[in-house]
């Protein structure tokens, strides 16, 4: 049925072009004729576009609402895709600087979400309900300092009593479809202000793993997996915001969020001998797995401001409970004898507590700041395998079973100057963090103590020559804590003979930056240089033995890197706009592996086009074009890849129903293919694929009588670290 309807839509999107471009070749043929005529295709006058960009210290600001560019868009997650410095995966993980997963703020403040709440949230916000978009790529000591990036998304200010809400449906359909729903509802009175949020998502979604790797004993083995997963997700928020008077303000937001997923690998084993003309052993695997995860959390914020001087506090708490059930079964595919068989229990459990308070004055251009925060996370996860014996019953697994809990306190403080002489602004900052944490696996009964204190300047200055042009540079000390997955030293199979385990004896990394930005009008390039220390990553061993390749997480010496950052749009007529983005990495990381250590210098590139066409009676067409091209690191080389989405928006009855129609990754050509690069240690090739081409079809409504804002809860350094 979904294959016929996409058939049907696709059939009446290409006529529709067609018609379009007939209008448009009308108008170009009118517009020729015309004494007055100041463009052509062949002749064309370029003018840049308006001002939709603009710096914040050295940030990029980008508009959203009304802007072209973002016109067609079904959400802000695919908005964050056409923003300058931004990139979104293939899995809707969202990065800058091409390696820096940021921190998310609503209106200045983080939100208190997973990855996948954060995704769904981001996806349920239409780029008509958010104002702009500022991306921090060297955030001051203001922040935590996990915060190596910060995407602020400033959503509309509302103001109106009364009540309002909105429902927006979006339905991606591939073979298989995925249906997402949220309701919003507010109501604002002059002094209290109410919001409740209900969403709802359901549908399923495909992922596959190919890989082709020699063995020591130089038979050939092949490895596909094919995975169905298909998940309900329930979500509910309540705020109150209650303003006191004209100084003080409160707020209470309670949030839940509840998913369910069953999930479907199926796997094969194929291998033969060097010649590939022999079958050496073909083997089938199953695991199917029934997933939980439950998420409470509360935020409280009050805010105090009078004249020169505001003062404000945030408590949050945060619980996060996972439950995981797995089935493993192995077979010899030609005779369908069992090979093995076992199951697995997982149950892990998070508690985060958090509390802070800031404060700023204003003494008359110099503005000071100071803050403290205090931190505790709990979080306790045990994992039994049991595996089937050969007298057909299942016993426990001491070899894979664990226990790990992990407390964590931080103490932090910070104390900021800032202060504008004529066009120029310099801001300045120091901030102290103070870990202490403790690890403990339980099964080994392997612990791990720290106690560590930390200074992170930062400094930035910028210069606004005139309206069209300024200047800035920026510096800051960051750190990178491991998160919890990173630690816990649970088996995670891809494949009965690949998996993954965490570390808890990683250290954390340190990064000093610098980065410089100049805007002329709409035209922006920034320049990022910088350093890592104790760098996080991952690593292949591979056992010619057994023929399991595990990967193991450790530290390595260092990594020096730097960005080149080119975005500006340009008017090429009237209903056509192009926003060029050209982005540039350097890397160099010190790489010991095994008995050798690589110190590999590489260099990659990235260009977007976001063409936007805007056709009579209110249509509006979106080209988007992204193209990566070869990079990797010491280890793997990643190949090439590109992506084309096409997309058509219409918006009616007074811009209150918004219809968008759109096809993403219209060549299905935005998988990952990495190559692990020294032949003589190992001869691994792996693909990794999403079902990224999809047809999105998406709506959404506004009603009711106020614009009041709602008010979002927040999020904090440790719950990013909670995935």
């Known amino acids: 049925m979904y294959a016929k309807l996409w058939i049907f839509i696709l059939l009446l999107f290409v006529s529709f072009l067609a018609k379009s471009q007939e209008i448009l070749n009308a108008k170009v043929s009118d517009s020729i004729q015309q004494k007055d005529s100041i463009a052509t295709i062949s002749e064309v006058i370029i003018q840049s576009s308006r001002r939709d960009v603009k710096l914040n210290q050295g940030n990029i600001v980008m508009n959203v609402s009304g802007n072209k560019d973002f016109k067609t868009s079904t959400n802000i997650l695919e908005v964050l895709r056409k923003t300058p410095g931004v990139t979104v995966d293939s899995e809707d993980g969202i990065f800058i600087g091409g390696r820096m997963s940021p921190a998310i703020f609503i209106n200045g403040k983080p939100v208190v979400m997973s990855n996948q709440e954060l995704q769904s949230y981001l996806r349920s916000l239409s780029p008509e309900m958010v104002e702009s978009i500022e991306v921090n790529t060297n955030p001051s000591s203001k922040y935590d300092a996990e915060f190596k990036g910060i995407i602020d998304i400033k959503l509309k200010k509302n103001t109106n009593l009364g009540w309002k809400g909105s429902y927006i449906g979006n339905t991606s359909i591939n073979r298989f479809s995925y249906r997402e729903n949220s309701l919003s509802l507010s109501y604002n009175t002059e002094k209290i202000g109410y919001n409740l949020l ?135 595919k030609p005779t369908s004898q069992l090979l093995s068989y076992w199951k697995s229990d997982l149950l892990n459990k998070i508690r985060i507590y958090t509390g802070q308070v800031d404060i700023s004055q204003k003494i008359g251009d110099a503005t000071f700041e100071a803050g403290i925060k205090f931190s505790d996370t709990k979080t306790n996860n045990m994992i039994r395998y049991d595996t089937l014996s050969v007298n057909k019953q299942f016993v426990f697994d001491p070899t894979r ?107 954390p990394s340190f990064t000093n930056q610098i980065k410089s930005t100049y805007r002329y009008k709409n035209w922006v390039t920034s320049f990022t240089i910088g350093k890592e220390t104790d760098v996080m990553t991952r690593y292949p061993i591979y056992n010619p033995e057994t023929n399991v390749l595990e990967y193991l997480g450790t530290n390595l010496p260092y990594r020096n890197f730097a960005t080149l950052e080119i975005s500006f749009p340009v008017k090429i007529a009237k209903w056509w706009n192009i926003n060029t983005q050209i982005a540039g990495y350097y890397n160099h990381e010190f790489r010991p592996y095994l008995d050798e250590v690589f110190a590999l210098k590489i260099y990659n590139y990235e260009v977007r086009f976001n063409q936007v066409f805007s056709l009579p009676k209110g249509y509006t067409i979106n080209i988007f074009a992204n193209y990566e091209s070869k990079t990797g690191n010491s280890l793997y080389i990643i190949k090439p890849r590109y992506t084309v989405d096409i997309s058509v928006q219409k918006a009616w009855f007074d811009n209150k129903l918004n219809t968008k129609v759109s096809f993403n990754n219209i060549f299905d050509s935005y998988d990952q293919r990495l190559e692990f690069r020294h032949k003589q240690i190992m001869d691994n090739r792996l693909t990794h694929w999403w079902d990224t081409q999809k047809l999105i079809l998406s709506l959404s409504y506004n009603f009711g009588s106020s614009k009041y804002q709602t008010k979002d809860i927040q999020k904090t350094e440790e719950e990013n670290r909670a995935r």
């Not at 664990?402 to 801001?427: C, H, M, R, T, V």
């Open 401 to 507: 079973s664990n226990q790990f809990s992990y407390q964590e306190k931080i103490w932090a403080g910070y104390w900021g100057y800032s202060q504008k002489f004529n066009k120029l602004q310099i801001n300045a900052g120091l901030r102290f963090e103070n870990t202490q944490s403790v690890s403990h696996a339980v099964t080994i009964d392997s612990v791990v103590s720290r106690n560590y204190l930390k200074w992170l300047p930062s400094f930035s200055a910028s210069y606004a020559f005139n309206k069209s042009s300024e200047l800035s540079f920026s510096y800051s000390r960051k750190i990178t804590r491991p998160v919890f997955s990173q630690l816990n030293p649970f088996r995670f199979y891809f494949s009965p003979l690949n998996y993954w385990i965490g570390n808890p004896y990683l250290q």
């Open 198 to 332: 209900l969403g709802y998502n359901n549908g399923i979604s495909i992922y596959r793993y190919n890989a082709l790797q020699r063995l020591a004993n130089t038979n050939v083995m092949r490895t596909q997996a094919y995975q169905k997963d298909d998940a309900e997700v329930y979500a509910i928020q309540l705020g109150v915001d209650y303003k006191l008077n004209d100084k003080n303000r409160v707020g209470v937001n309670l949030r839940g969020n509840f998913r369910e997923s069953d999930r479907i690998r199926l796997g094969s084993l194929y291998t033969v001998n060097k010649d590939e003309t022999q079958l050496v052993f073909n083997t089938e695997s199953k695991n199917p797995t029934n997933y939980f995860q439950d998420n409470y959390g509360l935020a409280t914020d009050y805010s105090f401001q009078h004249k020169n001087f505001k003062l404000s506090f945030l408590g949050n708490y945060l619980s996060v409970e996972n439950k995981q059930k797995d089935d493993f079964t192995n077979s010899d």
